[in-house]
């Protein structure tokens, strides 16, 4: 008889669960809360006065070390979903158009199901039971794979005490975005500014979408941490003050040529300690899965969901 499994959440760790398994000749349901696909692979697309603006809000490029991983991104850039970015050793891949597009593709045979908030998850005998978010019944499932960032994990754990003490080890760093658009900006600007080791600035990463004229600007994990519940006009013009010496453009330069702005507050952004401990809980199948497994990378991630996979899928047969 076919089974019943639920994957938590349509980021990379999900989708490549839920490929995995599917692969095992197992069928999944992926929910998530979130109106899209990836999780914080995330597209913001604003259509304003004839203009389209495109923005990776979330990561910005990934990398494909692994085998299975690399194997998965050289399918799709044959179909035009990858493409390489720049020029970095080891290679670096984006979505393309959009990170969207990437995920979209690589889940496409799979049931993917978008705003689907889970609020609950309890024992029933050998299976697992699920609350979704406006509804009063539970649904009961084979096996579950739960890819939250572990601190909204350990929220749905409460019943799995071996997993939700694995979780509990695992701490993230939030990040502040700032998407930009404007008008044009000189060809001479390059593509993307990597200030992760210059400690002074305020910023981590900044980069143009695959549109050169749409930018998110990171600013680093003490930036965030410390003003992630402050005014939005006061992050704003923090981050804005940074421009002038980055871009070497004027202020009045560029404040003439923003087209459109929007802040964008990611709570777990990267894992600052990996979890440490098992992955699928000793006596019920469910299992974790995500970069706080691993890493905070995409690839970590999902390299995560495909060992949850695994684990799910020994415990199955
Ligand atoms: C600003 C930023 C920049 C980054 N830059 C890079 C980069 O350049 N390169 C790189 O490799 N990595 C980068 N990362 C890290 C990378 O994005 C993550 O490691 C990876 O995407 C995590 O994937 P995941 O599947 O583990 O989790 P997520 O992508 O967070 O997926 C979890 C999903 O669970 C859903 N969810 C949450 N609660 C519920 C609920 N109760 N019910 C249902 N669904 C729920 C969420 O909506 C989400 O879609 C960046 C991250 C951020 C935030």
């Known amino acids: 008889m076919s089974k019943k499994i639920l ?16 692969s ?14 990836g999780g914080r692979i995330a597209t913001h697309i604003k259509e304003k006065e004839n203009n389209k603006f495109t923005f990776f809000h979330g990561a910005q490029f990934f990398t494909a070390r692994s085998k299975n991983f690399n194997q998965l991104l050289k399918s799709d850039i044959n179909k035009n979903y990858i493409k390489k970015y720049e020029n970095f050793s080891p290679q670096r891949y984006r979505g393309f158009p959009t990170m969207r597009n990437f995920l979209s593709s690589i889940s496409n045979e799979i049931y993917v199901k978008q705003k689907t908030k889970v609020i609950g998850i309890f024992k029933n005998n050998k299976k697992i039971n699920v609350l979704y978010e406006n509804s009063s019944k539970e649904d009961t499932y084979d096996a579950v794979i739960s890819t939250l960032p572990a601190p909204q994990n350990i929220e749905l754990m409460t019943k799995f005490p071996y997993l939700s003490k694995v979780l509990s080890t695992a701490s993230y760093d939030s990040c502040i975005a700032l998407m930009l658009a404007f008008k044009s900006l000189p060809d001479t600007i390059p ?25 998110t600007i990171h600013a680093n994990a003490i930036f965030s941490n410390e003003n992630f519940i402050k005014d939005q006009f006061f992050i704003k013009d923090q981050i804005l003050n940074e421009l002038p010496k980055i871009f070497k453009l004027s202020d009045h330069l560029i404040s003439s040529q923003i087209v459109y702005s929007k802040l964008h507050f990611w709570k777990y ?7 440490k401990g098992i992955q699928i809980d000793p006596n019920y199948p469910i299992a974790i899965a995500g970069d706080f497994m691993e890493g905070s990378r995409v690839e970590s991630a999902f390299i995560s969901g495909e060992k949850a996979a695994e684990l799910i899928f020994h415990r199955l047969n």
């Open 269 to 275: 952004a990267k894992v600052n300690n990996i979890a």
């Open 191 to 215: 593509s993307y500014f990597d200030l992760s080791k210059n400690k002074s600035n305020i910023l981590s990463w900044l980069a143009s979408s695959n549109d050169k004229n749409c930018w």
């Open 7 to 22: 994957v938590i959440g349509s980021g990379i760790a999900g989708i490549s669960a839920s490929r995995k398994l599917k």
């Open 24 to 37: 095992y000749g197992l069928e999944t349901i992926i929910v998530d809360k979130g109106d899209f696909i």
